[in-house]
């Protein structure tokens, strides 16, 4: 059965301290994706990547790294110089490079202690 | 600057009647537009697309309805259903991977 797996579902992250979050996903797709959903806002871009050991920053990349080294994997590490990390994230793949018809994951709740 | 705006956070509708959901945007170069539904705690899901050549697409129950002079676009459920309350969000791309989301509409459909 193909999709995208986020891992954990719940995190909570301590005051200085780097977490980061895990999306894999088995549907051989290219570019994979990083959003942040916030209430009341849309789904922001952090970054994405359209080919493995390459990725782009998005719309609100500050305080935040990823790394591509496998076609599967796309880790997102919210560090902890991003001082506002609460939020509901969202790891997306697409098939096409031109990756309108993104394929979501179930999220990853991020709260700070 | 909110590129994609859905200006109602909120819809209440009966069961068996239309629900109308709207988006404005303001790129006049976004050339493909897409619709996502969202339950609590889940990812989004694709639900229809528009291309900027068409003006109208359907799919089963919902329909995309696109004014490109009015940079808007509406999206149609005919008949509502309680399974289709839920957050809605449009989305519109004009390059690789970068889709721009509006805010989201939560519509919840009485029974």
């Known amino acids: 059965d193909g999709g995208i797996t986020q891992s954990p579902k719940y995190l909570f992250r301590k005051e200085g301290q780097n977490v980061t979050l895990s999306c894999e996903q088995n549907?051989?797709?290219?570019?994979m994706y990083w959003y942040r959903q916030d209430p009341g806002q849309g789904l922001r871009l952090i970054y994405y990547?359209?080919?493995?050991?390459?990725?782009q920053k998005g719309d609100i990349a500050e305080g935040y790294s990823v790394s591509r080294e496998k076609k599967e994997s796309f880790p997102l590490t919210v560090t902890s110089a991003q001082k506002n990390p609460t939020a509901f994230y969202l790891c997306?793949?697409?098939?096409?490079?031109?990756?309108?018809?993104?394929?979501f994951g179930s999220g990853t709740q991020l709260s700070v202690l | 600057d909110q590129q994609v705006k859905q200006n109602s956070p909120s819809l209440s509708v009966q069961e068996g009647r239309i629900s109308i959901l709207n988006c404005d945007y303001t790129n006049s170069m976004f050339d493909y537009f897409l619709w996502y539904k969202k339950y609590p705690a889940e990812g989004p899901t694709f639900l229809i697309s528009i291309s900027s050549i068409k003006d109208k697409n359907e799919d089963g129950r919902f329909t995309v309805f696109l004014n490109k002079s009015a940079k808007h676009l509406s999206l149609h459920i005919v008949p509502s259903q309680p399974g289709d309350s839920a957050v809605y969000f449009c989305?519109?791309?004009?390059?690789?991977?970068?889709?721009?989301f509006g805010q989201g509409t939560i519509l919840t459909v009485h029974p």
């Open positions: 549907l051989n797709h290219d570019a």
């Open positions: 989305a519109a791309t004009r390059s690789y991977g970068k889709l721009t």
């Open positions: 990547s359209q080919i493995v050991n390459d990725f």
């Open positions: 997306a793949s697409s098939k096409d490079t031109y990756g309108e018809k993104l394929f």
